[in-house]
C-alpha cells in the first residue's frame, strides 16, 4: 500500500468511528438510566414510607421508616406464573390509601374540607366472608378467639393519626371549654355511624375487603371507625425498616433525623 493510499483511508476509518463521547454526557445518560430504573421501581415494585404515628407499637415505631413491597400481592388474587406473588393473609402487615369513606365522621379533611391523601399502616384481621365480632375486649374471627398482636403502647395521645379539630375557636376572654349537648350539636355523635366496633354484634367482611386494626389497639384509627379497606387501595406488604430516628430527639428535622438513628431498628423485618 503506497503512503497515499494509506494516507486517504486514515481519515475514512476514524470518521466511521465518530466522536468519542464526552465524560458529561456518559454521565448524564448513566443518571436518565438510572433515573428511569427508580421511577419505574418505585412505581410498581418498592415504595419507602414514613410512620408519625404510634398506632402500630411495638411492631412499628414513630419515627420507622419502611420500606413497602409492591409487587407481592397479585392483582385479582391471580398470581403471575413464575413471580413471587400471593394473596393477602391474616397478620400482613400492609400500606394503604386512606378509604375516606365520605359518610363517616371519622373522614379526614384539611381546613377547605378537602380529604387529605393520606396512606395507613395496619394489620390484616379479616379476610374477606370473614366473620369479625367483639366481646369482652377480645377479637373473635369467625367463633374462633384471634390470637392477640395488641400491645399496651406508651406514645402520648397527641401522636394518633386522628386530628382532634375545636368545634368552635376559643376567644382570648374565654378560660373554659365550650360544651355541646347532642341535641344542640346536629352532628352528634350516634351508634350507627360507627358498626364495626359495636360489642357483641357480628360483622361480615365483604368481597374484595379487608379488616385491619392497628396493634397498639387503644391508640389505633381503624377499621372499628372508617370500616374496611377495600383491595385496590392496598399499596403493598411493609417489609423491613430501612432508617430509624428518634422524632423527639431530632425535633421532625431531616438533619437531627439523620444525627440521632436508632441503629438497633435499622434492617428489622416487619412481621
Known amino acids: 500500500m503506497s503512503r497515499n493510499e494509506q494516507e486517504i483511508k486514515e481519515p475514512t476509518e476514524r470518521k466511521a468511528l465518530g466522536p468519542p463521547k464526552s465524560t458529561a454526557r456518559e454521565y448524564f445518560e448513566s443518571f436518565v438510566v438510572t433515573l428511569i430504573m427508580a421511577i419505574f ?106 390470637p392477640e398482636h395488641r400491645v399496651i403502647g406508651d406514645s402520648p395521645a397527641k401522636e394518633a393519626a386522628l386530628k382532634t379539630k375545636e368545634l368552635e375557636p376559643r376567644q382570648p376572654e374565654q378560660k373554659y371549654d365550650v360544651y355541646y349537648s347532642e341535641r344542640s350539636f346536629k352532628g352528634g355523635l350516634r351508634e350507627q355511624d360507627f358498626p364495626f366496633a359495636s360489642p357483641g354484634k357480628p360483622y361480615i367482611v365483604p368481597e374484595n375487603s379487608y379488616f385491619v386494626m392497628g396493634d397498639s389497639r387503644d391508640q389505633s384509627l381503624d377499621s372499628r371507625f372508617w370500616g374496611v379497606v377495600d383491595r385496590n387501595l392496598v399499596i403493598g406488604r411493609a417489609m423491613f425498616v430501612y432508617w430509624s430516628c428518634d422524632r423527639g430527639a431530632s425535633k421532625g428535622s431531616f438533619f437531627g433525623c439523620l444525627t440521632n438513628p436508632r441503629l438497633d431498628r435499622i434492617g428489622k423485618m416487619i412481621k
Open 41 to 146: 421501581g418505585m412505581t410498581f415494585v418498592l415504595q419507602a414510607v414514613t410512620v408519625p404515628t404510634g398506632s402500630m407499637q411495638n411492631t412499628i415505631l414513630i419515627g420507622d421508616y419502611l420500606l413497602v413491597n409492591k409487587f407481592i400481592f397479585a392483582p385479582g388474587g391471580q398470581p403471575v406464573p413464575f413471580l413471587p406473588q400471593r394473596e393477602i393473609q391474616r397478620g400482613d402487615i400492609i400500606v394503604f390509601k386512606y378509604p375516606g369513606y365520605p359518610d363517616n365522621l371519622a373522614k379526614v379533611e384539611d381546613d377547605g374540607g378537602i380529604p387529605y391523601q393520606i396512606n395507613f399502616v395496619k394489620r390484616v384481621i379479616g379476610l374477606p366472608n370473614d366473620k369479625i365480632e367483639f366481646r369482652n375486649n377480645q377479637v373473635f374471627i369467625n367463633d374462633q378467639v384471634l
